[in-house]
């Protein structure tokens, strides 16, 4: 296993490296926006010397790079410096919109799995069927409906015309979990059109795998139906589906910037929305190592398992 | 007969869409004069929009952005990802491949909507340049996959057997492994598109990219929907359309797909 | 009678598999079918299972009774599930023999059946093996698992497909051993090969298959000693014995090895697999290089033929050092030099016509232009015996021999000064394998015809060359003229490996 | 390009860059006497009628597009709307703004300048703060200082830039002189300007605990989240008939009107207009239209060609469909506009012919100015609710003209930076504000966002003589002068006034309706109570 220790060692490393490129290329975008936090602040009052002063006041007067050195050695130190805006701890930011957005993040992705996992079987299971057809179609066109038209959608259905559920959540601030009803709609949004994906992908895995020599082997020697599906095919179905999984880090920050805009949740999407229209660069900066972060653990984490369950296949560190 | 019954579905549900987008520029004459917007009746088949303009005109208009942007950026991200994919797979120089793959695998790490909206407000791209924008976001993700198919196209027997023969790279790379790895490439083509239309239909949901009263039906699903209880047309066409459009182009990949037949994966020994 | 087949008719789309086949296997025997590529072995093995290929119209009747039906594929990796443990299936199946046991014994007892089942197919580091993963298996031990498999289901038949087929003489060895074991289990055995060695040394009864139909069945000894019926006597003729080469011919030096340290990359490492202090092939012969699969023969070929860069030390073409990678070499070193790979059909673009394929090499390497280089293709395609209508197919549409013919017609377009052939007869049956040496022969016999370098695992094929090396954990243990090596070995390695194949007298008959 | 871009585009005003403040650099020469100086007056008007008898208790929940997590509860600070409204329930200011944008006497009881009309006394009412302490000079003087700080960036510190705040000095506990650099006749303006809140003596830091004067008390904050408040018994104008008010932060205006249907808010701020046609009739909830609450412009830039030449811009004027922009930008949720800033406002010259479109006469004016075939470029962003809508509007009908108008949109967040001094055409708007500040901000030579550069000697001096006159009606005049030389050959084509949209749950009563956004009785929570 030294071999894995190696890989692991060089994945972190390329991690470090990729979280450190997406800061970079992040500072350097935001830099390059029209306006900075000072012209942002000033709104429809441009008065030239107000904005002087501002600018003055937040620091904007330093060089780009000074600010960057100043904020990387503070990084280095665990300190994500000071929002421009409203001088308070990025920090504290983050950790403030870290919860909402983790709650949501992780109860789509608890879903995901086994709805996905159980969708794509199932189809599978009745290939070419009426079952198999019924999942298919509505999996395409669900994955076709962007989620702030589905969110329209549902909200119009669920909570105005039946009302089943609240429509937002207005209001119930962190306190989330304590009113579950208010999750159903944002994590159904969520889970959308991931599930569609996934439900897909493993539904083609499962045809390849049952069609596969060991599964006909397994059932040659009278293994039940049930087992052979979920513990023979099943793991081979998964691999490709693992590493989409992981990618939908990538869909989840598309949707949660949505999601929570709709349903009026305070999580990161909220806060990387906000801070790019006041240019407070050091919270967007904050945002971009979190989500490099997130996106570097999880795809080394797909990578693991990728591994753990197609080891032929040389991943390439 | 059996290929219409495979192709027939996506086809079908693919060519309204498609139709409208290609056909719908001729056949739109002056646009109607303007009402008040959100309005039904009044010589207008599906009412007016949010700026008061006649939604069947709107509609008619809208398709050729939306299909030529979805489009344009499947293409350009495989124009690009293409050759870094055959290049890398072909290579023999660990450099070369690394000088190729790591940059993808960096940007990667970005969140594609994050990168979208901070080079879309750095740079207001036009329509073109929303394509090129979305395109850019699809390389990492496209290259992966030319290369891990090209690679185990690349690492079969023929591909020595032509450079025995002293065929050029060229030869190689698209006639050999490009073309053996086409139906990949198809099927991997149809899923991206979905994802570029969705990409491009967020974008404008963010206000991104597009002009915020252009005719296109990602924009009117958008900027309709304050209507959707007083005029609903406005939104429910273009939103049928693009899903039309997704799901014909999905159901063609996935009959593709089966046409293919069994998994090339098992390769003989 | 533990099966008996009766009047069994396999067709699809109009074509018909098999034909009429009847048969009885009685346990404890080993029942051989025999037969070449194409003759409906598989589909008969196969049927006994009560498998067919798709849309296959079936007619006669197979009854087996009361037993399940073991079955180990030619690739047992196959039938391995690479994402799962290797003992996965052996636990599903031992499980399903302890449901009548207490909730709280069933998985010792359970654990206890695998490795009793383990130990019959002669695995014995049980604990090891089922930990692991197929692929970090050898081919040996995958095949043990599968059969210990068929063993624990306790089948009281068991079919063997091509257990042997492209194995060196010491692993044939083991199988076949394996197989009377089972046997002497009073376990029935049918045994799908073309590898008539096998055949002799086990069966109690054989099948003789050609297109479906048998044209001879009867006891082992009988048809093997006696055969009566033509396409028998074909199958079963001598192999070749007369030299590829003419030992008068042999010229210069052509190519010569020396100091040579290949490396493969595991992991990150780059550990040596092969060192070759000095090797030499002269025009106009044929250097047979033999050797256990793993000793390092392929890499050898692949070096000379620049498809291995990975190395150290000279391959000197008429003195003049040849680049390491073929990317480096220049035409002209590129056509002295030609490889013929193990898969043809692997080894040709399914989505090209043949000719064209096989006509490019005069094109790229001779600068031929199109349509003189495909007149010269056809000619030399129609000289292996295969004829324009065949060759204006796809790859796909071409048999297995007829492909690797191809695949010698697109080497020699290059006119090589060394052919450089790999394996290229191994999963052959014997009649076409036969037919290909014989081509292999007329080519080096020709007055500028190339110098070859066979490498093969089968001792058989390595006789009538001019000279052996034979190569053992990639080291040249000894090299010299055919007759001397294989007649009078002197390392301990090519005794041994002579050994495994001297007991079923087939070995050597230079 | 973000949510908040969205957020905007719909609605104006949301956050910075629309806030309609009121923030004047001049003073104006105002009613130098106010009649009526009463605390608890003129409220009455602007409230709701046949709304019942108010009742007491329960509590309100009002949802308004937010800052998110940078937002603050420093008065001083304060830029949006929710700034705006929060710190108008925790905090007073000395006047604030009517329904016709006249200045209305708050925590000041009464106001009396010099003849000069460079001094101005002002008495404080009666008032104490949240802690019992009352609510004196000093605490007043403190605040002004506060903002005026060259060091901070305060968004009233131009407003106050009248007064000479070292030599203002408190003359009793409830009496300040105010000395101002020039005579400035329209003071009381500045004292209701937005922002100018009156904080405790000392006072800095207002997040955790902050404490004001006014109906409510402080009870929790999270930043972009949520603001508890509950009943300030004390307060000095009546206590709120509320026990308690949240404002909650819902950036999508479709969330917060969805929150108000599924009553999880009684209260939602800016609403689009099709959102209140579509609620208008349905009775499920109540619309309220504030009128005249956002002016909608094109500004032409009057120093540079084409528009340095008066026919070009009068040609302009005539291109104009106004009702078909308000229809089609506004969704007909608004009224049409002449050309002049402040409709229904104190001093507006509402005796002015209303302008057509004519585009005849403008294609004479057009070539008379030689300047057939004239290509323009309109800049317009998603800045604003309307902007790019408009623009495309009129690019259409300019066509009609001979005109090619070449839309160009730029980026939101830096809009008004970017259109202040390059381009020459572009969409503007401005909120509620006195006309007086309207002309001093925007149209004199030295004015800090002279976005037409409107820059004419005459006009100047017209308007530093209103400031210096102290007969209501003899400045009226000169207001009205200064008027119709906007009216004939200004730089802003002003085609409408927009509706200010709230939907507030039927149980709501007391709404003020007639209040334009930015004026005292908008988003005022004091006066409403539960049915």
């Not at chain 2, 850019?136 to 891990?148: C, H, L, M, T």
């Amino acid at each position: 296993m030294n071999g894995l220790r190696s890989w692991i060692a060089r994945r972190l490393l390329l991690g470090a490296v990729q979280t450190a490129a997406v800061v970079l290329l992040v500072f350097a975008l935001t830099e390059a926006l029209p306006g900075d936090a000072a012209v942002a602040f000033a709104g429809d009052q441009p008065d030239p010397e107000r904005i002087a002063a501002v600018r003055e006041a937040m620091g904007l007067d330093r060089p780009a790079h000074e600010r960057l050195a100043d904020w990387v050695t503070g990084l280095l130190h665990g300190d994500f410096g000071t929002s421009l805006t409203s001088g308070r701890p990025v920090s504290g930011f983050l950790a403030d919109g870290f919860g909402p957005t983790l709650l949501l993040a992780t109860l789509t992705v608890l879903l995901l799995v086994p709805v996905g996992v159980g969708l794509g079987v199932l189809a599978a299971r009745h290939e070419g069927r009426f079952t198999d057809r019924l999942i298919s179609s509505a999996t395409l066109g669900v994955y076709a409906v962007p989620e702030f038209a589905l969110g329209v959608l549902l909200v119009s259905v669920f909570a105005l015309r039946l009302g089943w559920l609240p429509p937002t959540a207005v209001g119930y601030g962190t306190g989330l979990l304590e009113h579950p009803s208010v999750l159903v709609l944002p994590v159904l949004v969520l889970l959308a059109r991931p599930v569609c994906s996934l439900a897909r992908l493993v539904r083609a895995g499962m045809i390849e795998a049952l069609a596969a020599p060991y599964t006909a082997h397994a059932e040659r020697y009278g293994i039940s139906g049930a087992r052979i599906r979920y513990t023979h095919a099943l793991p081979n179905a998964l691999a490709p589906a693992t590493q989409q999984l992981a990618r939908t880090i990538d869909w989840l920050l598309c949707g949660v910037i949505v999601v929570e805009a709709l349903y009026v949740i305070p999580g990161l999407g909220t806060v990387l929305m906000n801070a790019v229209a006041d240019r407070d660069i050091p919270v967007v900066q904050g945002l971009a190592v979190v989500f490099g972060l997130a996106t570097v653990v999880l795809n080394l984490g797909a990578d693991l398992v990728t591994h753990r369950l197609a080891p032929r296949s040389a991943v390439a560190a | 007969m059996k290929r219409l019954r495979r192709y027939g579905p996506g086809v079908a549900v693919a060519a309204i869409p498609l139709g409208l987008a290609l056909v719908g520029p001729f056949l739109v004459g002056e646009p109607p004069a303007r009402a008040a917007s959100f309005t039904l009746g009044g010589g207008h088949r599906l009412g007016t929009d949010f700026v008061g303009r006649d939604v069947v005109h709107q509609v008619l208009l809208g398709g050729r952005p939306v299909v030529l942007v979805a489009l344009a950026a499947t293409a350009l991200a495989y124009l690009v990802a293409l050759p870094i994919g055959l290049i890398s797979a072909l290579t023999h120089r660990r450099w070369l491949e690394e000088v190729l793959m790591r940059p993808p695998d960096v940007l990667l790490a970005v969140p594609s909507l994050l990168m979208i909206l901070l080079v879309a407000a750095a740079f207001p791209p036009g329509a073109a340049g929303l394509a090129l924008l979305v395109a850019f976001v699809s390389i990492p993700d496209a290259a992966r996959i030319v290369r891990a198919a090209a690679a185990e196209a690349a690492s079969r027997p023929a591909v020595e057997a032509l450079r025995m023969q002293g065929e050029s790279w060229w030869r190689l790379a698209v006639g050999y492994v490009g073309r053996s790895i086409l139906r990949t490439l198809a099927a991997d083509a149809g899923i991206r598109l979905t994802g570029v239309l969705y990409l491009v239909a967020t974008a404008a949901f963010l206000g991104i990219g597009v002009a915020p009263d252009a005719a296109d039906w990602a924009v009117m699903v958008d900027r309709n929907r304050t209507g959707l209880l007083i005029q609903p047309w406005a939104v429910v066409v273009p939103a049928l359309l693009i899903v039309a459009l997704t799901m014909g182009a999905n159901l063609l990949v996935d009959a593709a797909m089966e046409s293919r037949g069994p998994s090339r994966k098992g390769r003989r020994p | 009678m533990i099966v008996t087949v009766t009047g069994l008719t396999v067709e699809v789309e109009g074509r018909t598999l098999v034909d009429r086949v009847s048969l009885r296997i009685r346990p404890g025997t080993v029942t051989a079918l025999v037969g070449a590529s194409g003759s409906g072995k598989t589909t008969t093995g196969l049927a006994l299972l009560g498998e067919y290929p798709p849309g296959a119209r079936v007619t006669g009747d197979v009854a087996v009774h009361g037993t399940r039906i073991g079955y180990v594929p030619q690739h047992p990796a196959a039938v391995l599930n690479p994402a799962r443990r290797t003992g996965a299936l052996l636990l599903d199946l031992a499980r399903q023999q302890v449901r009548d046991l207490p909730r709280s014994q069933r998985r010792t007892a359970a654990r206890l059946r695998v490795t009793a089942a383990l130990a019959d197919a002669q695995l014995d580091d049980a604990e090891e093996v089922l930990s692991r993963y197929p692929h970090q298996l050898s081919g040996g031990q995958q095949q043990r698992v599968v059969l210990a498999q068929a063993l624990l289901l306790g089948a009281r038949v068991v079919i063997a497909d091509e257990p042997t087929t492209g194995q060196d003489a010491l692993t044939k060895r083991r199988i076949v051993d394996q197989l009377a074991q089972v046997a002497g289990r009073g376990i029935a055995v049918l045994l799908l090969s073309h590898d008539l060695d096998v055949v002799r040394e086990l069966a109690d009864e054989v099948v003789v298959l050609r297109g479906g139909r048998v044209v001879e069945q009867g006891p082992g000894h009988r048809i093997l000693d006696a055969p009566a019926h033509p396409w028998t006597k074909e199958l079963l003729a001598e192999p070749r014995a007369l030299p590829y080469a003419d030992p008068e011919h042999a010229g210069a030096e052509i190519l010569t090895v020396s100091g040579l340290t290949a490396r493969h990359r595991t992991g990150g490492a780059r550990v040596p697999v092969l060192s070759v202090d000095r090797l030499t092939l002269r025009s106009g012969e044929c250097l047979a290089v033999v050797g256990r699969s793993g000793s390092g023969k392929t890499t050898l070929a692949r070096c000379l033929a620049g498809l291995h860069r990975d190395h150290t030390g000279q391959i000197l073409l008429d003195g003049e050092p040849l680049p390491r990678s073929l990317r480096d070499r220049s035409r002209e070193q590129l056509a002295a030099v030609q490889y013929v790979f193990q898969d043809a059909r692997a080894a040709f673009d399914e989505h090209r016509p043949v000719l064209d394929q096989v006509a490019r090499t005069a094109v790229r390497l001779h600068g031929a232009g199109s349509q003189e280089a495909t007149a010269e293709a056809r000619r030399v395609l129609t000289d292996l015996g295969l004829d324009d209508s065949l060759v204006r197919r796809l790859p796909g549409r071409l048999s297995g021999g007829e492909l690797q013919r191809a695949a010698l017609a697109r080497a020699l377009l290059a006119r090589p000064r060394v052919l450089v052939c790999d394996e290229i007869t191994s999963g052959l049956d014997p009649v076409t394998r036969r037919s290909l040496l014989d081509l292999l022969a007329t080519l080096v016999r020709r007055k500028d015809g190339p110098g070859v370098v066979l490498i093969t695992h089968d001792l058989d094929t390595a006789a009538p060359a001019t000279r052996v090396a034979v190569l053992d954990g990639g080291e040249v243990v000894e090299e010299g003229p055919a007759e001397q090596i294989l007649t009078a070995p002197r390392h301990p390695f090519t005794v041994s490996l002579l050994g495994a194949s001297d007991r079923w007298g087939a070995a050597v008959r230079p | 390009m973000t949510a908040s871009a969205d957020r905007q585009t719909r609605f104006p005003g949301l956050r910075r860059r629309g806030f309609l403040a009121a923030a004047g650099g001049a003073a104006g020469l105002g009613a130098l006497t106010l009649a009526g100086c009463s605390g608890t007056a003129d409220t009455g008007a602007a409230t709701g009628k046949g709304d019942g008898t108010p009742r007491r208790g329960g509590r309100v929940r009002a949802a308004f597009a937010g800052g998110g997590a940078s937002e603050t509860l420093d008065p001083h600070l304060g830029n949006l709307f929710a700034d705006a409204a929060r710190s108008k329930a925790i905090f007073d200011k000395l006047a604030d703004y009517g329904a016709d944008l006249s200045a209305v006497p708050r925590l000041a009881a009464k106001w009396e300048p010099n003849a000069g009309l460079d001094r101005w006394t002002v008495t404080l009412r009666q008032a104490e703060f949240h802690d019992g302490k009352p609510v004196t000079a000093t605490d007043v003087l403190y605040s002004y200082r506060r903002i005026a700080d060259p060091d901070k960036a305060y968004r009233a510190r131009a407003s106050l830039e009248p007064i000479d705040l070292k030599a203002s000095r408190a003359t009793g506990e409830r009496s300040i002189e105010f000395v101002l650099k020039r005579p400035t006749a329209e003071f009381p303006n500045v004292m209701a300007a937005f922002g100018t809140y009156i904080v405790q003596d000392g006072a800095a830091e207002f997040d955790r605990a902050p404490i004001g004067s006014g109906p409510f008390r402080f009870v929790s904050f999270t930043p972009g989240r949520s603001t508890v408040l509950r009943r300030n018994d004390t307060h000095w104008d009546g206590a709120p008939h509320l026990d308690e008010l949240e404002f909650l932060v819902a950036n999508e205006e479709s969330a917060r009107i969805n929150a108000l249907l599924g009553g999880q808010v009684e209260y939602a701020h800016e609403l689009n207009p099709a959102t209140g046609r579509a609620h208008e009739k349905a009775g499920g909830i109540e619309i309220v239209r504030l009128r005249n609450s956002a002016m909608q412009a094109f500004a032409m830039k009057t120093d540079r060609p084409p528009f340095d030449d008066p026919r070009v811009r009068q040609a302009f004027f005539l291109i104009a469909d106004r009702e078909e922009l308000v229809n089609g930008a506004l969704s007909g949720a608004g009224e049409t506009g002449n050309d002049l800033f402040g409709k229904g406002y104190e001093y507006y010259a509402d005796e002015l012919p209303q302008r057509e479109q004519d585009i005849d006469r403008a294609r004479h004016l057009l070539k008379q100015a030689g300047a057939e075939g004239l290509k323009v470029t309109l800049d317009t962003s998603a800045v604003a609710a309307g902007f790019t809508e408009a623009a495309g509007i009129f690019r259409d009908q300019a066509a009609r003209a001979g005109v090619t108008v070449d839309v160009r949109m730029g980026s939101k967040d830096s809009y008004w930076k970017d259109i202040l001094d390059s381009g020459t055409l572009c969409c503007y708007r401005s909120g509620a504000m006195p006309i007086e500040s309207h002309i001093s901000q925007r149209l004199l030579t030295d004015s800090t966002t002279n976005a037409t550069k409107w820059q004419d000697k005459n006009f100047d001096a017209l308007y530093q003589q209103a400031q210096s006159t102290r007969d209501r009606t003899a400045r009226a005049a000169l207001y009205g002068r200064m008027q119709r030389q906007l009216h004939s050959e200004g730089g802003f084509l002003v085609w409408g006034f927009g509706d200010w949209i709230l939907g507030t749950a039927r149980s709501l009563r007391g709404v003020a309706r007639e209040a334009p956004a930015n004026t005292l009785d908008w988003a005022r929570f004091d006066k409403v109570w539960l049915a």
